[in-house]
Nanobody, 119 residues
Framework: QVQLVEAGGGLVQAGGSLRLSCAAS????????MGWYRQAPGKQRELVAR???????NYADSVKGRFTISRDNAKNTVFLQMNSLKPEDTAVYYC?????????????WGQGTQVTVSS
């Protein structure tokens, strides 16, 4: 089992910045990757950014060059630095952990944090 606690959402004007954090606890040794997803009203949840245990990252095309995912292994925390925010970035952002154990891959989710970008 993995528990994820997110923080850092809020209201910001277009062009502004926010930093999200996600602290993992529990069976963290079996986490192979962590990421951020978002879901806007009426839309499907989509991948925003992901970082593997080896440090490889990938981003949605819509956030490349504006968002940066990073991690602090000592604190078991993943961050999402969001710059040059746009109104279309408005969504609930969810932290995700991919947990692999006994040949089973399980996904764990945080509770979600609201990000609202005003124009």
């Amino acid at each position: 089992q993995v528990q994820l606690v997110e923080a850092g959402g809020g209201l910001v004007q277009a062009g502004g910045s926010l930093r999200l954090s996600c602290a993992a606890s529990g069976s963290i040794v079996s986490i192979v990757a962590m990421g951020w997803y978002r879901q806007a009203p009426g839309k499907q949840r989509e991948l925003v950014a992901r970082i593997t245990r080896g440090g490889s990252t990938n981003y949605a095309d819509s956030v490349k060059g504006r968002f940066t995912i990073s991690r602090d292994n000592a604190k078991n925390t993943v961050f999402l630095q969001m710059n040059s925010l746009k109104p279309e970035d408005t969504a609930v952002y969810y932290c995700n952990a991919e947990h692999y154990s006994a040949w089973v891959l399980a996904n764990y989710w945080g509770q979600g944090t609201q990000v609202t970008v005003s124009s």
